[in-house]
């Protein structure tokens, strides 16, 4: 079935709210604690409206939303202005069939001539999928907040990674290898999940600590 990506009407609040009170429930990728309330969220969907550089889409597919994704505002402080925050849920059954990619890719076209300079994404660790997706939109990480939140009685540190929203040039590794036919698509030298030197970018807490 043919998937659409567009703007978050209204009506889709509800699955919204649906795909993300999975996560709350049952997965540390966001540490939001109690289910969250469809009511909650009309402020929050008020504010992403169909310009600036807050925007909420969805992935919608016949008439079923099966993922969602937004730019929000990374901190209140008015110089934070020009930095966003993005997030992304699939539907769990959603996953792994290029919702998330496709999201990514209308979300940061969508704010393409925003007066925005970084996109940034904080990820709670183990996430390999949502790590391969940061990475194939040209994020890099930027380092690590060990033990930054408490959910399921434990403690899970949370990988921070950043991109320009204009797409970093291609580097002298890319080519000779032709022109990826998908836009909005960097790919790093290490791969979608490979290490990229100097990075430094170590997945695990360098103190050696249990959560
Ligand atoms: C993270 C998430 C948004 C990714 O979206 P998706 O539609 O599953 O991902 P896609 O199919 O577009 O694939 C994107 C990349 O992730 C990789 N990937 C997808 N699922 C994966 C998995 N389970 N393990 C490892 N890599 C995975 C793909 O291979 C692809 O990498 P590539 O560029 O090297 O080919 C989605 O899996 C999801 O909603 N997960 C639960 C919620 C969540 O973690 N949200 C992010 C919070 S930070």
């Known amino acids: 079935m043919a998937l659409e990506v567009r703007a978050a009407e209204r009506g889709d609040l509800g699955p919204i709210v649906a795909i993300y009170n999975h996560y709350v429930e049952r997965s540390p990728v966001t540490f939001d604690l109690v289910r969250v309330r469809t009511g909650e969220r009309t402020e929050w969907l008020a504010q992403h409206v169909q310009r600036g550089p807050h925007r909420i889409l969805v992935a919608v597919e016949g008439r079923t939303v099966v993922g969602w994704a937004s730019t929000s505002p990374f ?3 008015p110089g934070y202005a020009t930095t966003v925050e993005s997030s992304v849920y699939c539907r769990p059954r959603s996953c792994g069939r ?6 990514y890719d209308e979300l940061f076209r969508s704010i393409q001539d925003e007066d925005v300079e970084r996109i940034v994404a904080g990820i709670a660790l183990p996430n390999p999928a949502s790590i391969a997706l940061h990475r194939r939109f040209g994020f890099r990480p930027v380092g ?8 399921f ?16 040039p291609v580097g002298p590794e890319e080519e000779g290898r032709g022109r990826d036919p998908r ?10 999940t ?3 030197r ?3 970018f170590e ?3 360098p103190y050696g600590t249990r959560p």
């Open 75 to 77: 901190r209140s402080r």
């Open 98 to 103: 290029g919702v998330g990619s496709r999201l």
């Open 144 to 151: 690590t907040f060990t033990r930054a939140g408490r959910k």
């Open 153 to 168: 009685g434990r403690y899970w540190d949370v990988a921070w990674f950043e991109r320009p929203l204009a797409i970093p």
């Open 183 to 192: 836009p909005n698509r960097p790919r790093p030298p290490g791969g979608a």
């Open 194 to 196: 490979g290490r990229v």
């Open 198 to 200: 100097g990075e430094g």
């Open 203 to 205: 997945p695990t807490n």
